[in-house]
């Protein structure tokens, strides 16, 4: 502590020594806010390209991202903001705030390689007093089983007594990183009292919204069950227009007259849920229990989710059979492959599992997306050719794309819409051949339909 002064002081008086391992989605927006509100800040990343580009005052985060690039700016220029790649910061820093990447591998295991690197590599240069905060999310379990005893060193120091410990998983998303900051509510978990008791004090400098105090199994909880939630939910909405498709209804007329009623809110369906957060934190919830209870709806979840992509494939070869082209033979145009509107970012992407299917079944795939660097460009030189256009990701551009001008550049107008951009009934009168997700009315919706219809017929006497 700077003079003998408390973190407490340090805190209130916003001269507290901040610095930030992880400079992606959620650090970079952490470190600037509390740099713009007058905190000292160090970012640490081990990507030298991103450092020098920062402490250059340019904004490594592309895709559409309300004020972070301005944000960057001002407070590199002011002197609030610099960054690095070495470690030796930690040792003058007060606060320590962890926000690196926790994904999951091919079996739904959390790999906590980044964060283990990271508490190796903070624990020699950890000062007495420091509050450590990990705003990363994890399973349930993990600060008591992984963060604690790496930074405790097998009692060569204790939490309370020799640092702080704090986890407040972050609750932000690409295209409102800031503005999620600011006004999200926030679980403060902490491994004592007074650790999330401090932690609420320096929150509450950037967060305008409420910061709850808890335990640290509480904050790991809420953060990985509320994604988990979600998950269950648009699982349902997919498979309600998986239903839909197959008895021919619209999903979305059906959905508007659910959620007439009170306490309903079915979900948007669409061609499969990305991000780093619900395609993962359901699962890290699921591991928190062991072999002691298998969880069984998360994974039903996730199944159904996983398959959307899929199914995306599969509507696109039913539309180009009925234009009489052999998926082998195509050239599929997708548009989209960030995992969400106006935003690059790509981590698990439906639009890499639907062009990997694709591939697979020998169609050549053109892509477009106007945020992501390999594929932005002209849409009309991606799409003019090819025999479908589908659509991944509802991107404004796609939005404002007249119907007309994409039939003109298709060499067969077939259109798959994933993400419910157009209307069946207006492409049809475009001309298209469509498909959309939950909009029964192809032909082996049609021949369901006949079939039921034939079902219901008065038996002869």
Not at 119 to 137: A, F, Q
Not at 218 to 237: H, W
Not at 246 to 265: C, E, F, M, T, Y
Not at 352 to 376: F, K, N, W
Request: glycine content about 8%; proline content about 5%.
């Amino acid at each position: 502590m700077k003079d003998g002064q408390s973190l407490e002081t340090l805190i209130r008086s916003r001269t507290a020594r901040l610095v930030v391992i992880g400079l992606g989605y959620v650090g970079l927006p952490v470190a600037s806010s509390f740099a713009q509100v007058g905190f000292p800040v160090v970012g640490l990343d081990i990507d030298a390209g991103k450092v020098a580009k920062i402490n250059a005052g340019e904004c490594p985060i592309e895709g559409r991202e309300p004020g972070l690039a301005e944000l960057v700016k001002e407070v590199v220029a002011a002197g609030r903001l610099r960054a690095t790649t070495d470690y030796a910061v930690c040792r003058q820093a007060d606060i320590v705030l962890i926000a690196v990447e926790t994904p999951i591998d091919s079996v739904h295991q959390p790999r906590y390689r980044a964060l283990r690197a990271a508490l190796r590599s903070l624990e020699p240069n950890l000062k007495p007093g420091t509050m450590v905060i990990v705003e990363s999310t994890i399973a349930p379990g993990t600060m008591d089983r992984l963060v604690r005893p790496t930074l405790e060193q097998r009692g060569k120091r204790r939490s309370g007594v020799d640092f702080h410990l704090v986890h407040c998983p972050e609750r932000v998303m690409p295209g409102r990183l800031l503005g999620n900051l600011t006004r999200m509510s926030r679980v403060v978990g902490g491994d004592t009292p007074e650790a999330a008791r401090l932690a609420q004090e320096f929150y509450r400098h950037v967060v305008k919204a409420d910061l709850d105090p808890v335990d640290c199994v509480t904050a790991e909880l809420v953060k990985t069950a509320e994604n988990a939630y979600r998950d269950v939910q648009i699982a349902f909405a997919n498979e309600l227009a998986l239903i839909c498709e197959h008895v021919g209804a619209d999903v979305w007329q059906v959905r508007d007259l659910i959620n007439k009623s009170p306490g309903r809110n079915v979900l948007f369906p669409g061609a499969g849920v990305g991000g780093h957060c619900i395609p993962k934190d359901p699962w890290l919830l699921a591991y928190s229990t062991g072999d002691s209870l298998r969880a069984k709806l998360i994974p039903a979840a996730r199944e159904v989710n996983d398959y959307m992509p899929l199914h995306m494939a599969e509507l696109t070869i039913e539309a180009m059979d009925e234009v009489g082209v052999e998926i082998e033979e195509a050239r599929v145009a997708v548009l989209g492959y960030a995992y969400l509107e106006n935003s690059d970012d790509t981590r698990n992407s439906p639009s890499v599992m639907l062009v990997s299917r694709l591939e697979e079944l020998g169609a050549q795939v053109c892509i477009h997306d106007p945020y992501v660097t390999e594929y932005s460009g002209s849409l009309e030189e991606r799409v003019r050719g090819c025999d479908a256009a589908v659509i991944m990701v509802k991107h404004d551009q796609y939005r404002q794309l007249p119907l007309a001008r994409l039939k003109e550049w298709l060499a067969h107008p077939v259109l798959v819409d994933g993400r419910h951009v157009f209307d069946r009934e207006e492409a049809v009168a475009a001309g298209f051949v469509f498909r959309g997700v939950g909009i029964g009315g192809g032909v082996q919706q049609a021949a369901h339909k006949k079939d039921l219809g034939a079902s219901r017929k008065p038996a002869t006497r």
